[in-house]
């Protein structure tokens, strides 16, 4: 029953990691499994129109790219002519939001997978064996979640995956905690063990040849009872402190990354995890910061950590939840405050929250504004997501107060976006005269104008100065106007003039170590990212 021709589609949106579960579908089918033909695409590949496909994987990844896991879902029945029924959806976005997908009629017949594909194959796939569906009777297999990924896939897409020569597995599944913003207990249940580590890095080195790195996507790692013995058994395949791989002629650092992060809770008890955790050439380390409530025992995980050498950390920091902009800046003022103490090195990843089963990126937190989620994306996409812990840096960026931070993000976007050209370049000295004009505001204008300014897209900003019930916000209200695409164009090209000194930047962070898309959207055409943080002069 082999030689099926299986094609595997992956949705065009931009991602970190190589999807993990279409490459062990790819090993269940390919030469070393049934013996199928499987071809791998990102995006819509017109070309795989020119051949007849017994079956169609689409993965999905994040809840809010479901306009583009939408068109991959239905390029995949234009692959197939409209047979549904050979189709198959799984990943994360068809797991959290699996009854919308199964209640879109036009998507009728294709079946979306839940949770992992952890039973045996026929089980996993709901394959229908009265119907005699190929590979129906597999049913007593080894599950596909367990399969060694097929790392050949990768080579048949033009698409560079920032991380790829890396070992991608985990040492457990699942987690402990059942934190409302999190998608993991409806993902994988509850914290179990997984199975050999050594033995799946052994199969990829025999099947693939070794890789660089060892990338540990466990949700809670500090909570298995085994962790010591998950600790022992990476030094054991040599993931010590300065292992070295040879590449192309030259010996190239190794690293492991447990890029989901590690629980700051669990680290505090006892230095003896950090202890642990410095034996292994572990970089950056990752620790949660979700709140402000985690502060004492995050500053003690943090202070463990230095202690025991381990000075490149790393953190996501949820923002869009229950917390506010002072609470998000607090947060962000204490890995400030912590690097000039330790002398370490903590870059942050504010994380906008979005509900897991929200096809868009249109939530709004209680504490937060539309406008002002707004002005963090500008902020974070010209600094790549990244809040460096450099004093110079942050203060540039973020300011040095939480009420130079409120007043950044209340800045024209086009000003924030375009800060240092508006500050030495502009002729027209519009930054100057919006900063005399804000300041005239006191605190319920400035209320107002947020309130204005969220309440509706910016092509409509220029009909906000006549709803305005004061004289000041109407003289303020038009430095909100977007400018016109072509003077933006032209405010870019003259950027892209100026001598830069990347030192500026001060992230000192690879790409193949920094987070998955934080929830950023691109502008059309941006310009240079060292903009916002380059110039030291006070801001707004």
Not at 358 to 365: A, E, I, L, N, S
Not at 459 to 475: C, E, N, V, W
């Amino acid at each position: 029953m082999a030689n099926k021709n299986i094609l595997l589609i992956e949705p065009g949106y931009r991602n970190k990691y190589p999807p993990l579960g279409l490459m062990k579908i790819a090993q269940y089918h390919g030469p070393k499994g049934m013996g199928d033909r499987v071809r791998f695409i990102k995006g819509e590949d017109r070309s795989v129109l020119a051949q007849a496909w017994d079956r169609v994987y689409v993965t999905t990844l994040f809840s809010f790219e479901y306009r583009k896991t939408s068109q991959a879902i239905d390029f995949a029945l234009e692959v197939v002519n409209g047979q549904a029924d050979k189709i198959f959806v799984g990943g994360i976005a068809a797991s959290l939001m699996n009854e919308r997908f199964r209640c879109e009629q036009r998507w009728q017949g294709i079946r979306f997978i839940k949770g992992l594909l952890s039973a045996p194959p026929a089980v996993a796939l709901q394959l229908d064996e009265f119907a005699e569906e190929f590979y129906s009777d597999d049913i007593n297999g080894r599950p596909i979640e367990d399969l060694v990924p097929d790392y050949s896939i990768l080579e048949q897409v033009d698409y560079s995956y920032p991380v790829h020569d890396a070992y991608f597995g985990y040492t457990s599944r699942g987690c402990i905690r059942k934190c409302h913003f999190c998608g993991v207990p409806t993902l994988e249940g509850p914290q179990r063990d997984t199975e050999s580590l050594t033995r799946l890095v052994t199969d990829i080195d025999k099947l693939y040849g070794p890789k660089k790195d060892l990338i540990l996507m466990d949700n809670n790692v500090v909570a298995s009872p085994r962790f010591k013995e998950i600790i022992a058994e990476i030094r054991g395949l040599g993931f010590v402190p300065g292992a070295k791989l040879a590449r192309g002629g030259t010996q190239v650092q190794r690293r492991v990354d447990f890029n989901q992060g590690v629980d700051a809770r669990i680290l505090c008890r006892d230095p003896v995890y950090l202890r642990e955790m410095a034996t292994i050439c572990i970089k950056p380390l990752r620790i949660a910061f979700d709140h402000l409530g985690l502060r004492r025992p995050y500053e003690k995980a943090v202070r463990y950590a230095a202690l025991h050498g381990l000075t490149k950390l790393s953190n996501y920091m949820l923002y869009n939840f229950h917390d506010g902009p002072a609470d998000l800046f607090a947060r962000m003022r204490l890995n400030v405050a912590l690097n000039e103490e330790l002398n370490i090195r903590i870059w942050s990843f504010p994380m906008r929250y979005q509900p897991t089963d929200r096809p868009d990126r249109g939530h709004v937190g209680a504490k937060w504004s539309r406008y002002h989620l707004r002005s963090m994306q500008i902020i974070l996409q010209a600094t790549h997501g990244v809040v460096s812990g450099a004093p110079s840096f942050f203060r540039r960026a973020f300011g040095d107060t939480l009420e130079e931070f409120e007043r950044i993000l209340l800045l024209p976007h086009d000003f924030i976006f375009n800060r240092e050209w508006f500050e030495i370049r502009d002729p027209r000295e519009r930054l100057s005269a919006f900063q005399v004009e804000f300041g005239m505001l006191d605190s319920e204008e400035r209320a107002e104008l947020t309130a204005l300014l969220s309440s509706c897209d910016p092509k409509a900003f220029a009909d906000l100065p006549q709803m305005a019930s004061t004289k000041r916000l109407r003289r303020v209200l038009p430095f909100y106007v977007p400018l016109p695409a072509e003077e933006r164009r032209a405010i870019w090209a003259e950027q892209r003039t100026l001598e830069h000194d990347d030192s500026a930047l001060e992230v000192g962070l690879a790409q193949d170590e920094r987070v998955e898309d934080a929830g950023l959207e691109p502008e059309d055409d941006p310009p240079s990212a060292l903009q916002v943080i380059q110039s030291k002069r006070v801001v707004a």
